[in-house]
């Protein structure tokens, strides 16, 4: 850039650095464009969601992304891929409240989910959650995630907590237990980003660490 592009005369306007005046008429045009453009209950660009899904969303990161497998090593960016592909058990609301996602609720002690000693675990899943090819998501492939996760041969980016986990029994395609071998008080908010990865793709690989699923993934949420 040359020096005389830096040298900006006073009120010059730009895409980068508009003048108030040009702030100005594009805060009225897009008051005007929210009241005459039609939507429903008279609120401009509300459009509700399509009844199936069509086109693109297209979104800026700060970095290229590395690997979509969200249990490999990975880089903070990464993650902005994976809660977009993949969904945990529950999660964390706004307000700071767990909140079920693949499971029809959290487990609590109140609720008969964790025992009162915190050493035995019950969760109940959603029976309505297909994988991107169509797959239904079954406990079959919570068992396979946590056991990939804590699995020598893997390269797994995080073990703490999981790796407490014993007795993972399938109950049945909607409910799974497990025991820890101690209680362990961070592992609701551990849960609530372990995402769930499909067993009937990644259990037929020899090598999860070189699978093409790490970058072309199938997961649960809306977006592939």
Known sequence: MTKGSNDRRQGESSILRPTRRE?????LAAGAAGIIAPGPRGRGWAAGPPSKPTGQVVIGFSQEPTVFNPHMLHIEVDEGVHWN???PLWGVSPEGKYTPYLA???PTVENG??????LSWKVKLRNDVKWHDGQPFTADDVKYTLDLIVDPNFKTARKAGH?????????????ITWKMEKAYAPYHSIMAWTFMVPKHVLGKEKDTNTTPFNNATIGTVHFK
């Open 163 to 175: 790796d407490l986990v014993r007795e993972i029994t399938v109950v049945s395609p909607t409910e």
């Open 113 to 118: 989910g964790v025992s009162e000693d915190g």
């Open 104 to 106: 029809t609720e959290v």
């Open 85 to 87: 592909l993949f969904s």
């Open 23 to 27: 702030l100005l008429k594009l805060g």
